[in-house]
């Protein structure tokens, strides 16, 4: 496997960053049924939202939504195709939304994570976030930039 690229999305990455978020959840079908649509509103996302994807030979294998509040940034979706897991492109992704953050000289990131993926939470764990809080089928944590 190659090295990929990061770079923001275009209009014309709606179909494969869809695809990419699709595959990155589909190994959650069978252990978490309430997931909701993540890969819907992908054109929305990257029209009005900072959307950045991961990229090997021209093919989008992550993606990054960030959604930029008043105070903080929110990591509204971060995947990457299963095919590529464990090569840095996750670690690259969230280091990339601490960059955006501090771009937008924002000192806070946030986000959601379901409760029956908590190999997510001990991941965003590792790289620096804190858990505030639990509502329903999400956690919620925070990380200080």
Not at 3 to 27: F, H, N
Not at 71 to 91: K, T
Request: aromatic fraction near 6%.
């Amino acid at each position: 496997m190659g090295k990929w690229q990061l770079r923001r999305a275009i209009t014309s990455d709606v179909d494969a960053l869809t695809s990419c978020i699709d595959a990155a959840y589909a190994v959650y079908a069978d252990r978490v049924n309430d997931l909701p649509p993540v890969s819907e509103g992908i054109a929305d996302d990257i029209a009005t939202n900072r959307v950045w994807v991961a990229e090997i030979k021209n093919s989008v294998v992550g993606g990054l939504i960030l959604v930029p509040k008043l105070d903080f940034l929110i990591v509204a979706n971060i995947a990457v195709d299963p095919a590529y897991a464990g090569i840095g492109i996750g670690r690259a992704l969230m280091e990339l939304a601490d960059i955006e953050g501090r771009t937008l000289e924002l000192s806070e990131l946030r986000l959601s994570t379901h409760i029956d993926m908590p190999e997510n939470v001990t991941l965003y764990r590792h790289l620096g976030w804190a858990e505030t809080g639990r509502s329903g089928n999400k956690v919620h944590m925070k990380k200080m930039i």
